[in-house]
């Protein structure tokens, strides 16, 4: 397994409040460089054997064959190993509580030059979890900044709860939805800027975004959803087709419980060593 078990990782109450009031939280924990050079070398391989895939939209690669528009490659038992590292597990749990799953994940890997934006948007529209209490882990596998396409926060936005999406029309975006701009202030805009290992902890209703990747470098980032086991995943959520013609089954999905051993109401849960 990926990274030294001795090593816990917690937030502060400083830090923690500092996420409630702001929406997101930059960890002093990072993953270890033997951790980066392992994703690094995932982030290739996946992308080198999935070139159908816009490397920004690889969703779900710690399952076997992904899921909406499959993921070739015998990939997920290592992106899974990536989220059972001992700090990432402690950080869920310091915001979480003491059972947390693993819903969901999704690799953005943008390339050099031809990286696509993502326009400001909420995460959580069309997800199963009721209520909806969810925290995203944002790994930078390269640097990542304003130059390369990093990503950026609304801070404070979270607090509004659920915002109305429209139709996002313009080419070469990774997401065709986005939060209307009376309900935000993009001059409040914050870049995140990490290196290599380094994470943001941020709210299920926090409006975010990127814009394209049009410098000489590569800008890859891994994301983990983390969810309390208290919250059901519902398993009756209909199938949908998205907007690139794949299915959407939340039915099957698997569950993996990071934290604790008590997943509640959610059934199809597997515990990671």
């Known amino acids: 397994m990926p990274g030294d078990p001795e090593l816990a990782a917690t937030l502060t109450a400083a830090q923690i409040s500092a996420y409630h009031a702001q929406g997101y939280v930059i960890p002093d924990w990072q993953f270890s460089d033997a951790d980066v050079a392992n994703m690094q070398a995932a982030v290739e391989g996946i992308v080198a054997a999935n070139l159908d895939h816009r490397p920004e939209q690889l969703v779900c690669p710690h399952l076997d064959g992904g899921a909406t528009k499959p993921i070739k490659g015998d990939f997920h038992a290592l992106f899974l190993s990536f989220a059972a590292v001992p700090g990432l597990r402690s950080l869920a749990a310091s915001l979480l509580g003491p059972q947390v799953l693993l819903w969901g994940s999704q690799l953005f890997c943008k390339p050099a030059q031809t990286g696509m934006a993502l326009p400001w948007h909420q995460d959580g529209d069309y997800w199963p979890i009721t209520p909806m209490a969810t925290m995203s882990a944002w790994i930078a596998i390269d640097p990542v900044g304003p130059d390369n396409g990093g990503l950026r926060l609304i801070p404070g936005s979270h607090a509004q709860g659920p915002l109305p999406h429209v139709l996002d029309k313009r080419d070469h975006i990774a997401l ?48 983990y959803r983390f969810m309390p086991s208290s919250a059901l995943f519902d398993r009756s959520y209909p199938d949908k087709t998205n907007s690139s013609g794949h299915l959407v089954s939340y039915g099957r999905r698997p569950l993996y419980q990071v934290v604790g051993h008590d997943p509640g109401q959610n059934t199809g849960v597997q515990r990671l060593p």
Request: glycine letters at 8%.
């Open 176 to 223: 065709n939805q986005t939060v209307s701009q009376e309900h935000f202030d993009p001059s409040a805009a914050i870049d995140i800027v990490l290196s290599p290992g380094q994470l943001v902890l941020f709210d299920v209703h926090m409006v975010h975004g990127s814009n394209a990747n049009t410098s000489g470098r590569r800008r890859a980032g891994l994301v």
